[in-house]
């Protein structure tokens, strides 16, 4: 498996076109990355809770995109590590249930590493919260499965601004519930951040065998 790890910003419609291209190869790779200001709306998506119109995103250069994930609105900035992977679950012999406590696991792992910081789960809402505030949520998660084949991710708050956070109400919640690394005062270099994805890419791979050819 590929895993990549991109310098620049990618801009939205890319990776979609990627992950597309993934899908109709089953091509299986990690991407870890960063976006420009973004929104984007998941199947499940509430008009009300989108809370700018098009001309104020426009002008403040967050664009808007309707998905095939699973959700509501989320959104992409600057300062987040977001990860997505592209995995053959039927290749693989693999349920949907136990490729998220994979991903899950490794975030939970990783961020306990890297900052000493203890994340929880809630069942009813998907994402990672802090274990001392579990209203505050630090980790969205939004994962296509289609043809036993996975595409987009996750994405960790880590040093951005939620200047497109305020636009929306993250999957149906306050914004202002959405918190970041730095936020606590925890270190958000760019070292710290490679520290992480290092840190997740070996914890989740372990998960995985090469596939047999």
């Not at 109709?24 to 200001?37: Q, T």
């Not at 309707?66 to 679950?89: C, M, N, S, W």
């Not at 590493?113 to 069942?123: A, G, H, N, P």
Request: charged share 25%; aromatic share 12%.
């Amino acid at each position: 498996m590929k895993v990549f790890s991109l310098k620049d910003p990618v801009p939205y419609d890319r990776y979609v076109l990627f992950q597309e291209r993934s899908r109709s190869k089953r091509k299986e790779s990690i991407l870890f990355l960063e976006h420009p200001l973004t929104i984007t709306g998941g199947i499940n998506y509430n008009i009300g809770n989108l809370l700018r119109n098009q001309d104020f995103l426009s002008e403040n250069g967050i664009s808007l995109h309707y998905i095939k994930r699973g959700g509501d609105f989320t959104a992409h900035e600057p300062g987040q590590i977001v990860t997505y992977i592209h995995l053959d679950l039927k290749e693989r012999d693999l349920g949907i249930s136990e490729f998220l406590t994979f991903i899950l696991d490794a975030c939970i792992d990783s961020v306990k590493e890297v900052w000493d910081l203890d994340l929880v789960r809630d069942r009813d809402a998907p994402g990672l919260y802090l274990a001392k505030d579990p209203k505050r949520k630090i980790l969205s998660m939004g994962v296509l499965f289609k043809s036993w084949f996975t595409s987009y991710g996750i994405a960790l708050n880590v040093s951005n601004d939620f200047s497109a956070f305020q636009c929306i109400h993250p999957c149906g919640q306050d914004w202002r519930s959405m918190i970041s690394i730095s936020q606590l005062g925890l270190p958000s270099d760019p070292d710290k951040k490679k520290e992480w994805i290092l840190s997740f890419r070996s914890k989740f791979l372990k998960n995985f065998q090469p596939i047999a050819v």
